[in-house]
């Protein structure tokens, strides 16, 4: 990956290359348009990310080269990503970058991309690779699900291993899950990976509940309402799939007062601007950090060097076409870098 210190000498390079996509400015600047396709606006992790995507387009523009992003959200319904997908390569966009609603079923987005030649750029949900191997004009920029199940799983084990979190002193955790999204590959594989993290290290476990809240604040607040109400104060554990869920939980136990000595240690995953305020009032235990800038960058160092026809050989690729960032632990040792970078 570049450095954005280098995006202004990149882009002379790519100018003297440009090629016939686009259209040109009165001025005679050649002008690229993007379009964006994510699935829920709901989804702070990409709200984020798009917000830090469309900052690093702007750092592209030179006076012979402006660049654009068109975005569009579908509220979680494929029928109203595949319109939008339409309409965004109706609008002549050069470049679409997609956040599926539904990773196991691209098709039609694939097939329109196919028909108008236009390169996709798949994110933050992967598709299958028998539909990444379709088209040589396909990509994906993303992150290691694995490995943030294994982060938060390392995080556990430290604070079981340093605090008193077994309570009832039965030499047993007693957990609980909250995933993000039923199917959703980067859901089951964190709740897989974290789990065999801790078992792998030592930790006994038992499992009280495991509940899907669909990566939402609100939604994680109700389930964990649920059960605490089973449960009561047996939890010492709650691992969420990402950090929005996290905070829904605690939301539970602040709405029923319950007192510090009795609450489970949270743990999330994104370290979003909520997770990481989380970690820093000491509220949340760790969060695995999902680095946004790093995957805005790629994503708009990949949209410009495709619609420019320069500075592919400057990304790193894995397989050709994929782009994976690490994620990073966050306690609050740590966490003000973190904040910094918000």
Same mark, same amino acid.
């Given at each position: 990956m570049i450095k954005k210190a280098g995006i202004i000498l990149l882009c002379g390079v790519m100018f003297a290359g440009l090629c016939s996509c686009g259209k040109k400015t009165a001025d005679g600047a050649q @002008?690229?348009? #993007?379009? %964006?396709a994510y699935y829920n606006q709901t989804d702070t992790f990409l709200r984020e990310l798009i917000d830090c995507f469309r900052g690093d387009l702007e750092e592209y523009k030179t006076k012979n080269l402006e660049?654009?992003?068109? !975005? $569009? /959200?579908?509220?979680?319904?494929e029928k109203t990503q595949n319109e939008q997908v339409e309409e965004l390569i109706d609008a002549?966009? +050069? &470049?679409?970058c997609v956040n599926l609603v539904d990773r196991s079923d691209p098709s039609e987005i694939i097939d329109m991309a196919m028909e108008n030649d236009v390169p996709l750029i798949f994110f933050n949900r992967e598709p299958v690779r028998e539909d990444m191997m379709q088209w040589e004009k396909m990509y994906y #920029?993303?992150?290691?699900? $694995?490995? *943030?199940?294994? =982060?938060?799983? /390392?995080?556990? !084990? /430290?604070?079981? $291993?340093?605090?008193? &979190?077994?309570?009832?002193?039965?030499g047993k955790i007693q957990y609980v899950i909250l995933e993000g999204e039923?199917?959703?590959?980067?859901?089951?594989?964190?709740?897989? *990976?974290? %789990?065999?993290?801790? @078992?792998? @290290?030592?930790?006994?476990?038992? @499992? =009280?509940?495991?509940?899907?809240?669909?990566?939402? $604040?609100?939604?994680?607040?109700?389930r964990m309402k649920q059960m605490i109400g089973q449960f009561h104060d047996s939890i010492e554990l709650v691992l969420s799939n990402n950090d929005d869920?996290?905070?829904?939980?605690?939301?539970?136990?602040d709405e029923l007062n319950y007192t510090e000595e009795n609450r489970? !240690?949270?743990?999330? #995953?994104?370290g979003t601007a909520v997770g990481l305020q989380g970690v820093k009032d000491r509220e949340i235990a760790g969060t695995i950090y999902n680095d946004k800038e790093g995957q805005a960058e790629a994503m708009a160092q990949l949209s410009v060097? =495709?619609?420019?026809? /320069?500075?592919? +050989?400057a990304i790193s690729f894995e397989d050709e076409r994929y782009v994976f960032l690490p994620y990073l632990k966050v306690t609050y040792d740590n966490v003000d870098e973190f904040l910094d970078r918000q």
């Open positions: @002008k690229f348009q #993007v379009g %964006v660049i654009s992003a068109m !975005v $569009r /959200e579908a509220g979680g319904s002549g966009c +050069d &470049v679409l #920029v993303g992150a290691n699900a $694995r490995q *943030s199940g294994q =982060l938060q799983g /390392e995080l556990a !084990v /430290e604070v079981i $291993r340093s605090q008193d &979190v077994d309570r009832n002193g039965d039923a199917d959703h590959q980067d859901a089951i594989i964190r709740t897989e *990976s974290v %789990v065999n993290t801790l @078992k792998e @290290k030592g930790i006994e476990l038992e @499992k =009280l509940s495991y509940q899907i809240a669909n990566w939402n $604040r609100a939604q994680a607040q109700n869920m996290a905070a829904g939980a605690i939301d539970a136990y489970p !240690v949270f743990f999330g #995953v994104d060097a =495709l619609c420019t026809g /320069e500075g592919m +050989d």
